[in-house]
């Protein structure tokens, strides 16, 4: 009778898990949720750059016609305005690129994501600048990973920091 319980306490005993065991589990849980957080985050950042790239050749392409409308891009006075109020930069109220939205696209493009800041106070926002004769569109702050010369949005002048499109080559060298 007694060998009789004690098999019977041994195989209660050996149908649980031991603490072992479940911590093993948890921490492959734990590894394995980890690789999707990254890969998720991964696939944001890329996300908004494409998102980002799109907004600019977007914009270009309506500055072009109101070009063709005006004899003139619309002009800032030579000064940058920003997409994103309390920037170091103007934000004209909101419309950092005048007389564009609603007639040659429907709204501005506004930052989404990516670093608050970077530089000396300068926010992560879209910037335009123009004389009227030519212009510059920056995504500042915004661009994630690494980039080279040979990409289209290159800004010689931020070129780690800020993507760009121009009226001209000599336009982006230079401002």
Same mark, same amino acid.
């Given at each position: 009778?007694?060998?009789?319980?004690?098999?019977?306490? &041994?195989?209660?005993?050996?149908?649980? $898990?031991?603490?072992?065991?479940?911590?093993?589990?948890?921490?492959?849980?734990?590894?394995?949720? #980890?690789? +999707?957080?990254?890969?998720?985050?991964? #696939?944001?950042?890329?996300?908004?750059?494409?998102? &980002?790239?799109?907004?600019?050749?977007?914009?270009?392409?309506?500055? &072009?016609?109101?070009?063709?409308? %005006?004899?003139? =891009?619309?002009?800032?006075?030579?000064?940058?305005?920003?997409?994103?109020?309390?920037?170091?930069?103007?934000?004209?109220?909101?419309?950092?690129?005048?007389?564009?939205?609603? +007639? =040659?696209?429907?709204?501005?493009?506004?930052?989404?994501?990516?670093?608050?800041?970077?530089?000396?106070?300068?926010? %992560?926002?879209?910037?335009?600048? #123009?004389?009227?004769? %030519?212009?510059?569109?920056?995504?500042?702050?915004?661009?994630?990973?690494? *980039?080279?010369?040979?990409?289209? $949005?290159?800004?010689? +002048?931020?070129?780690?920091?800020? *993507?760009?499109?121009?009226? %001209?080559? #000599?336009?982006?060298?230079? *401002?």
């Amino acid at each position: 009778m007694m060998r009789l319980i004690s098999k019977e306490v &041994q195989r209660k005993r050996e149908t649980g $898990f031991s603490i072992i065991e479940l911590l093993v589990v948890m921490t492959i849980i734990v590894i394995m949720s #980890s690789v +999707v957080m990254v890969s998720l985050s991964l #696939s944001r950042a890329k996300a908004r750059s494409a998102r &980002q790239k799109t907004d600019l050749k977007l914009t270009a392409l309506a500055l &072009q016609s109101y070009y063709i409308d %005006n004899s003139s =891009y619309p002009t800032t006075g030579g000064v940058w305005y920003s997409s994103e109020s309390g920037d170091t930069y103007s934000d004209n109220g909101g419309n950092y690129i005048p007389g564009l939205a609603p +007639v =040659y696209m429907d709204a501005l493009p506004r930052s989404r994501g990516g670093p608050a800041t970077c530089g000396v106070g300068s926010k %992560n926002a879209y910037l335009y600048r #123009s004389d009227g004769i %030519n212009y510059k569109l920056l995504m500042n702050c915004g661009p994630d990973g690494t *980039w080279t010369s040979s990409d289209e $949005f290159y800004d010689p +002048v931020r070129t780690t920091w800020a *993507w760009a499109i121009c009226s %001209n080559s #000599s336009t982006c060298a230079t *401002w």
